[in-house]
């Protein structure tokens, strides 16, 4: 079943405002990344976090790891027309095996001008 | 450098037709991967290679195969189309394994009616 949950599925924002996405694991992670894909598409790496509680900055954007290292947020503060896309956050997940990398279903977001 | 390309870019097939993904890197990524997405849903591994000769399954294998002759290709088959598989397939490559960053190719959009 699904092992990495992604809230909200959707989020619309006026220009400006702000935009924070969450991720859940059901179990620890070693490690996450986070991708966006603008419409039309393919997924781009943003980012990748390791170490409990760590906290990351890209300009706008703000990555945070738990302490737990079950759940991630990402942060946009004063989003832009150009923020636009679905952010996916994924954590490597042992199956048949072997770790395989297990994506989100992504939070949606449109910036409304 | 060119990255992950794949082709074809659109595909409509008909139930029962089979056809051949290609995927190729130029980045000399030992591990490559194919996933498929479907509209809402995040991206389900559908098989992956660590290496020339060597694939393994992914979370949504059946009804698809895949070989690694070289390093840079990664061909995904579909044999007997089934509206099922009717998605986006991205091809994507890392360095390392899954907690390394994976890079992306554009896609491709496949249409089985």
């Known amino acids: 079943g699904q092992q990495v949950m992604q809230i909200p599925q959707y989020q619309h924002v006026q220009e400006g405002e702000d935009f924070t996405t969450y991720c859940n694991s059901s179990?620890?992670?070693?490690?996450i990344q986070w991708y966006k894909q603008r419409p039309g598409g393919h997924p781009v790496f943003l980012i990748q976090l390791v170490k409990s509680g760590e906290v990351k900055k890209q300009k706008r954007l703000t990555f945070q790891f738990g302490e737990a290292k079950k759940n991630s947020s990402l942060h946009i503060t004063a989003t832009q027309t150009t923020d636009v896309g679905t952010y996916f956050c994924a954590g490597p997940y042992s199956g048949a095996g072997s770790y395989q990398l297990t994506f989100g279903k992504g939070t949606k977001l449109s910036v409304i001008p | 450098n060119a990255g992950v390309t794949q082709t074809p870019k659109f595909r409509i097939l008909k139930i029962g037709q089979s056809m051949t993904l290609q995927c190729t890197q130029d980045m000399n990524h030992n591990y490559m991967y194919w996933y498929r997405q479907d509209p809402g849903m995040g991206l389900k591994l559908i098989y992956y290679?660590?290496?020339?000769?060597?694939?393994d399954k992914g979370e949504v294998p059946n009804g698809y195969n895949v070989s690694r002759s070289t390093t840079e290709d990664f061909p995904l088959r579909l044999e007997l189309a089934a509206p099922s598989q009717t998605s986006v397939y991205f091809c994507a490559s890392s360095y390392g394994g899954f907690t390394d960053t994976q890079y992306f190719g554009p896609g491709t959009r496949l249409t089985v009616l």
């Open positions: 179990t620890t992670l070693s490690n």
């Open positions: 290679s660590v290496g020339a000769g060597i694939t």
